[in-house]
């Protein structure tokens, strides 16, 4: 961090003005001391390192440039943090996650390695294989990627091409991609950077097709790095975002694996061909549950980034007087930048108390599939994709506001907020798409609508439908318990409405394929609902707890957050209420009175709020955001380093410009 002599004057008053402990609220954010503790050891080593600072930023790299780049700085990195995990403690992939944004600038082409290739050999293989494949995974001597979705399915996997049929004569899967539709299009680090992929193939055995399953398979040499035979591999080009993720294609042509090459923990095949069937064919998909379960935290991450450049600059920034005749004001001043940004820190907090309970329940569903229980499956499964589906968007409608609410700034790339909205909304597609995964949990919930109503026990995420068949409500209050009740009642009452939606189209005479589509925009909003209710509702119990603990300083700040975030989305919502709930007009007109009352109470801990997430420079990598606010100067070096301004007159001026000018004399 900067010295404070040369720290920004608004930044200092506004950060003598902070009534908490600041360091106690990054502990809560990050979800306990120890981690903080952890992050910030690891971050002081990385960013020690001399070779992974940029002496030319990578924006300005070609796109060969900056791949190059990446891999080079993704092995300093992983080398870090192997000699990290063997001297303290391996590192999570969250931590992983968090520094190395910095160093890299985007995504590292190791990213899938570390969060899908390691993570699916440990959920999806037997032992053998595991003790086989574990430690030259994460010793690097094999580097690997998770190869699913194809050019033509990503969504519906039981489509996928990809076969991987059985030869019981020499015991191999002979891997093939039959149409140009079935290469494999978008894992990352695929492209140039990894000799080994876990293939999900449609699996043949004399004649019989049994579904997808999971294949590793090596696909290139580990001296040369060139395909092997059968192989057809490379890199699928520049995207929105994510351009140093290395994404590429991969297309089979009679590859033979081993038989043991299938991940067998679940499905097996034997010797002779038999096909063993396991406790759910489902758990295939398991490696894609931990991931959407780790997109709730990356939403809150992204959202405490965007959130820390906007706010420091909104305190930075002076634009237009309020009264005449005086000075012209902090643009955080303005109530309606109060109301864009400070609902950004309140997210970023309800999502990390998301993730912290859902990533408990999610250990707890793997532990009793240890012991062969899976009745919390469906559950676990339909909150994952609901809570996915809407924190990654919440995560990139917000990033984007807070773009939005420094200007022209926030166009720049140098304030690095472009380049964390192309983070945030790739994180709606990816792990499942946003509609798609919605109507996930809408398919669970239409079941436990028509439980509730056999008045049969429901899982504790839905036992709110319970309570919503009694017809007598209580009258409307407006205190935090009760407007998460009334979120209840909205999703309660549009899960009922998609219900009938659907009975009445098949009592019209469709089927129940086509009733459900003529339904699913019903659906997908009552999917909404739930999530909604869940995130206040989570956010809100967790923060008793934690705030139960916490220094009063710390605890008033945490009580300002999750009422905000409720009241906000109360009024957000405010026509779902009065149709499901029994808010009246009066409520309404005193919740707003509130809604400004906490945006009053927050705004003199604004900046200390961000300072909270604890985010150093080098990771922000901001013009605007930096935690010394030196705004201007920091825009006129970054614009400094454009090698258009490396030379007074660009050899254009000669070439094209001159000739052009004297053309248009004549
Ligand atoms: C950094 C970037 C990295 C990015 C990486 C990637 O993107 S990697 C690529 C990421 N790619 C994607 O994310 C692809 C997205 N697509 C998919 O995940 C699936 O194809 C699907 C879920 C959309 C449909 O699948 P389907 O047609 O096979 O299934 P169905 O609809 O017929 O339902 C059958 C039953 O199965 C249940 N069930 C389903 N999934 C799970 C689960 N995980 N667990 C437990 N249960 C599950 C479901 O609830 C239903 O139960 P019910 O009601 O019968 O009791
Ligand atoms: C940055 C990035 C990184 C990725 N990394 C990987 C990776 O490492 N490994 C990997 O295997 N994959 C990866 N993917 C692929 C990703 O998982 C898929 O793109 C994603 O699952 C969506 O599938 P799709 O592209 O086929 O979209 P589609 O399913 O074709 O979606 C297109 C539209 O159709 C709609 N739609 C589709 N099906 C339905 C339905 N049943 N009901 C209603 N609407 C529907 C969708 O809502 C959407 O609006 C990555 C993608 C991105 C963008």
Redesign the pocket.
């Known amino acids: 961090m900067a010295s404070a002599l040369k720290v920004n004057k608004d930044l200092v008053r506004e950060r003598q003005k902070c009534t908490f402990d600041v360091k106690e609220l990054t502990y809560i954010w990050e979800g306990g001391r120890e981690f903080t503790e952890e992050r910030q050891r690891y971050e002081n080593i990385v960013y020690s390192v001399k070779e992974l600072q940029d002496e030319v930023p990578e924006l300005y790299l070609s796109h060969k440039e900056r791949y190059e780049s990446s891999i080079r700085k993704a092995c300093i990195l992983q080398r870090l943090q192997n000699e990290y995990g063997k001297k303290h403690k391996v590192l999570n992939t969250r931590t992983i996650r968090l520094v190395g944004y910095g160093a890299i600038r985007d995504i590292s082409p190791f990213l899938?390695h570390n969060g899908?290739f390691i993570q699916t050999i440990e959920g999806q293989g037997t032992p053998e294989q595991q003790a086989e494949w574990m430690p030259k995974a994460q010793a690097m001597q094999i580097i690997g990627?998770?190869?699913?979705?194809e050019l033509g399915?990503?969504?519906?996997l039981r489509g996928l091409e990809t076969t991987a049929t059985y030869d019981v004569k020499t015991e191999e899967f002979i891997l093939n991609s039959p149409t140009l539709t079935s290469h494999?299009?978008?894992?990352?680090?695929?492209g140039t950077t990894v000799n080994h992929c876990i293939v999900?193939a449609q699996l043949y055995i004399n004649g019989k097709k049994h579904g997808i399953h999971l294949f590793m398979v090596q696909i290139r040499d580990l001296e040369t790095h060139m395909p092997l035979p059968g192989i057809n591999v490379g890199e699928i080009g520049p995207?929105l975002?994510?351009q140093t993720?290395n994404?590429g294609f991969l297309g089979f042509k009679n590859v033979r694996i081993p038989r043991k090459n299938m991940l067998m923990k679940n499905n097996q095949v034997l010797n002779d061909g038999t096909y063993v069937k396991g406790m759910n064919e489902k758990l295939t998909y398991g490696t894609m549950v931990l991931v959407r379960v780790s997109i709730v935290s990356d939403a809150a991450n992204v959202i405490a980034r965007a959130a820390t450049i906007a706010v420091r600059y909104a305190a930075v920034r002076h634009q237009s007087q309020l009264k005449a005749n005086e000075p012209e004001v902090q643009i955080l001043d303005y109530l309606t930048q109060q109301h864009k940004l400070f609902i950004a820190i309140a997210t970023s907090h309800a999502f990390s108390t998301t993730y912290g309970w859902l990533y408990k329940a999610y250990l707890q569903v793997v532990e009793d599939l240890g012991k062969g229980k899976q009745d919390h499956l469906p559950e676990l499964h339909a909150l994952s994709c609901c809570l996915k589906a809407t924190c990654s968007r919440d995560s990139a409608a917000i990033v984007e506001q807070c773009r939005l609410a420094c200007g022209g700034h926030g166009y720049m790339a140098s304030s690095s907020l472009p380049i964390v909205y192309g983070l945030a909304t790739?994180s709606v597609?990816?792990?499942?798409?946003?509609?798609?995964l919605l109507?996930q949990t809408a398919r669970y919930l239409m079941k436990a609508w028509q439980m509730a109503l056999q008045g049969k026990v429901l899982a504790p995420s839905v036992s709110y439908l319970v309570d919503s068949l009694k017809s007598n409500k209580q009258s409307w209050q407006n205190t935090p318990e009760f407007i998460v009740k009334g979120f209840q009642h909205v999703a309660a009452g549009k899960i009922k409405d998609a219900f009938h939606a659907i009975q009445k189209h098949v009592k019209a005479g469709k089927d129940y394929e086509d009733a459900w589509?003529l339904a699913?925009v019903q659906l997908i909003k009552a999917s909404e609902a739930h999530s909604r209710a869940i995130l206040c509702d989570v956010f809100w119990r967790g923060t008793i707890i934690k705030s139960s603990t916490a220094s009063p300083g710390v605890a008033a700040v945490l009580d300002h957050l999750v009422q905000l975030y409720i009241v906000y989305w109360a009024l957000e919502t405010v026509g779902d209420l009065l149709l499901y709930s029994n808010i009246t007009k009066e409520d309404i007109a005193v919740l707003k009175v509130k809604y400004e009352e906490l945006l009053a109470l927050i705004r003199p801990n604004a900046v200390g709020l961000v300072d909270a997430f604890d985010i150093r420079d080098e990771v922000l990598n901001s013009t605007l955001g930096s935690y010394d606010g030196r705004v201007y100067e920091r825009l006129m070096e970054e614009a400094m380093k454009s090698p258009l301004n490396q030379e007074p007159v660009n050899q254009s001026f000669h070439k094209y410009l001159k000739p052009f000018m004297k053309r248009a004399k004549l």
């Not at 399915?153 to 519906?156: A, K, N, P, R």
């Not at 494999?184 to 695929?190: A, F, I, Q």
């Open positions: 899938l899908m990627t998770y190869a699913q979705t399915h990503g969504t519906f494999k299009w978008w894992p990352g680090g695929l999900a995207k975002g994510f993720a994404n790739a597609t990816y792990e499942g798409e946003h509609t798609v109507l589509n699913s």
